[in-house]
């Protein structure tokens, strides 16, 4: 088991002949991900790597069955490559794209709801379920299968943190990343709830960051979990009303700070990491 | 990126709000012409980013263009919340009855626009008591129809003719939130004069990563010169006043590595965020940037997932070598061509940390030196 996706799950690119979607479509390929397809309007008929080509999602998903899209797509175009995967009945769409406008994204995450697909992102590393299946960007070498979930708002961060797990003999169930921006598909709660459920995955770490409530809202829900959590929270350093780089990563109006989401997440029974590499002792505890 | 009262303005009235009349002004001379065009009593209005204008002294009101002039000369010497006045707004002084607050903007939580509405307008809405503020979460496929603006105006308490101003402003303001691409506008304090609304005040943000669709908005300046510089090369950057520079790639990592040095008692200068896929060049822009801002350590925190560790340390090298680097650097590598790039460090007589707070600390003891 794992959480969204498996070794079972079959995969298409958008954008997969550019250079972005290129590269990582080798990356995942060399991770074991099953992908059955590329999408780039004007290119259908030709083939990366043995991978075949479509002008459409539709085409794509006449020819084969599709579980899962993942888009690299410029941010301009990538809100009609998404209605696209969701119209031809694509049931996961990981965004990678950064800088989509928000009200591209809020129309996204509407139309998701409406057709019961899953949206992933914007600006995510994409998802991991170690040894099975990797959508997205993410270094392959560090994602190993075992007992632990990673949901996290950021990526390098959490391929520290994932890092560091590995390197301390924890493998991973499934890694989520929900994305840096303001509104994205998924929150920490949707994500926690299928941990919860999932019996592979024994104990949840949550990355979070300063800004927005996703971590307070995630605290109600691990109050009822029975599986262990433990959080590390980025931006504690942060001035209030600058925006760290990711576009949902600011204190406004004294809301979102770093003590406000560590008070919440320790009375919810979180264990709390001060710095990422303390996750791995944290977890030896724990497990 | 927020727009100034007076843009703001100039979209309500484009959308046919009602604004009180007024005019954008730079200069005292021009604000007495202003006042004697609108006659009567004006209010000279301050135009910063910033909230809180009237406490600070930025809003006055004159009762003469001579008046006016004085006003205006005054405002434009001074700083409001520590920011400088270049641009006034002189309008009517409008009747007031009642003041409301009206606002449209994005719950991250709700993934979608919310409606935020009280009868206590006024004052900043984070001091209004939670039972008299309504909100109202919007389905963007079903958009803002009339029996939403009935509802809103129930719970506010209004009927009759303001019940059906309601009707009419609630579907504009949110055609000009889904228009411009806003991430808030907000009308506060919108007022009751007479029989109808006037917008007394406009707040609009816009969402930057919309700004390439919306080129009737100008670009408004809202960084040190050093962000700025930093916002032209594509990378996210932060002014923090420490005395070591750091570049991470990805801004969680820059927000970690942050944390770790302050952990370890040490003072940030920046967040950077050189980006996932920074390559030779980017890596090199940011390095250059770093230096100009003079600090005493440089810390390079990388874990190579799109980044090549060899890429950050090559342009580390050519960077060194073109114009030298005055200042101790720690660099931590890891991932991707992790083994080339710390062999590319020591061929150059430098070596790179494994293991993130190690170098952090190592960072920290170079800056206490």
Redesign the interface.
């Known amino acids: 088991m794992a959480i969204i996706i498996d070794e079972n799950t079959n995969v298409i690119v958008q954008g997969m002949t550019g250079n972005q979607g290129a590269f990582h479509t080798r990356r995942m390929l060399a991770y074991g991900t099953r992908i059955v397809g590329g999408v780039s309007p004007g290119k259908g008929g030709q083939s990366l790597d043995g991978v075949p080509v479509y002008d459409t999602v539709f085409a794509a998903v006449e020819a084969d069955r599709v579980d899962a899209s993942v888009l690299f797509i410029p941010a301009p175009l990538a809100k009609d490559a998404a209605f696209e995967a969701i119209d031809a009945g694509v049931k996961t769409v990981v965004i990678v794209t950064e800088h989509i406008p928000v009200h591209d994204a809020m129309e996204i995450v509407a139309l998701a709801r409406r057709r019961g697909a899953t949206i992933i992102g914007p600006n995510t590393f994409g998802i991991v379920s170690s040894g099975k299946c990797k959508i997205g960007i993410p270094p392959n070498q560090f994602f190993v299968p075992g007992p632990v979930g990673v949901v996290a708002r950021s990526g390098t961060l959490t391929y520290e943190i994932v890092g560091n797990l590995t390197a301390n003999g924890f493998g991973q169930s499934t890694v989520v990343g929900l994305g840096g921006d303001r509104v994205n598909g998924l929150t920490f709660v949707d994500v926690l709830k299928m941990f919860e459920q999932d019996p592979e995955t024994r104990a949840v770490i949550l990355v979070g960051e300063i800004g927005g409530n996703a971590e307070e809202e995630a605290a109600v829900f691990i109050k009822t979990m029975t599986k262990p959590v433990i959080a590390y929270i980025a931006g504690k350093s942060a001035p209030p009303g600058k925006r760290m780089g990711h576009a949902g990563a600011i204190i406004e109006r004294g809301k979102g700070t770093f003590d406000g989401k560590v008070k919440v997440l320790q009375e919810a029974g979180a264990a709390v990491a001060t710095l990422p590499f303390d996750v791995p002792g944290i977890l030896k505890e724990m497990l | 990126m927020k727009l100034f009262e007076y843009m703001g303005k100039e979209i309500f009235a484009g959308y046919g709000i009602k604004t009180p009349r007024g005019r954008m002004v730079q200069t005292p001379d021009e604000a007495a012409a202003a006042a004697a065009e609108i006659g009567g009593t004006v209010v000279v209005k301050s135009q910063v980013l910033s909230g809180k204008r009237g406490k600070a002294g930025g809003i006055k009101f004159a009762d003469n263009p001579d008046q006016a002039k004085q006003a205006a000369s005054e405002i434009l010497a001074m700083t409001v919340q520590g920011l400088k006045v270049d641009c006034l707004l002189v309008e009517e002084k409008i009747k007031i009855d009642r003041e409301f607050y009206l606002a449209i903007t994005?719950d991250?939580?709700a993934?979608?626009?919310v409606l935020i509405a009280s009868a206590r307008g006024g004052m900043d809405i984070?001091e209004v008591p939670e039972e008299f503020i309504v909100k109202q979460h919007i389905?963007?496929?079903l958009e803002v129809q009339p029996y939403l603006a009935r509802e809103v105006s129930r719970r506010l308490g209004l009927s009759g003719a303001l019940a059906k101003e309601m009707a009419r402003l609630l579907p504009t303001l949110y055609k000009i939130f889904?228009e411009k691409?806003a991430?808030l506008v907000e009308i506060n304090p919108l007022v009751i004069s007479g029989e109808g609304f006037i917008a007394a005040d406009a707040k609009v943000i816009v969402?930057e990563?919309?700004l390439?669709?919306q080129k009737d908005i100008p670009y408004v300046e809202d960084r040190t010169a050093i962000e700025k510089q930093a916002h032209d090369l594509g990378l996210?950057f932060?002014e923090?006043d420490g005395n070591i520079a750091v570049m991470?790639?990805?801004?969680?990592?820059?927000?970690?590595t942050?944390?770790?040095?302050?952990?370890y008692g040490g003072k940030?200068a920046n967040?950077l965020?050189a980006g996932?896929?920074t390559g030779m060049e980017g890596t090199a822009r940011a390095l250059e940037l770093l230096l100009a801002t003079k600090p005493k350590v440089i810390i390079i925190n990388i874990?190579?997932?799109?980044t090549r560790c060899d890429d950050v340390a090559n342009a580390f090298v050519q960077v060194k070598k073109a114009r030298g680097i005055p200042v101790p650097v720690v660099i931590r590598l890891?991932?991707?061509n992790e083994k080339e790039g710390v062999q590319i460090l020591q061929e150059n007589g430098i070596e790179a940390y494994r293991?993130?707070?190690e170098a952090a600390a190592k960072a920290v003891e170079l800056a206490q030196e």
């Open positions: 994005i991250g939580a993934k979608c626009p984070e389905d963007i496929c889904r691409d991430e969402d990563d919309a390439y669709r996210a932060v923090l991470a790639n990805g801004a969680g990592m820059s927000m970690g942050l944390d770790t040095l302050q952990h940030p967040f965020d996932g896929g874990f190579g997932g799109i890891v991932g991707t293991i993130m707070h």
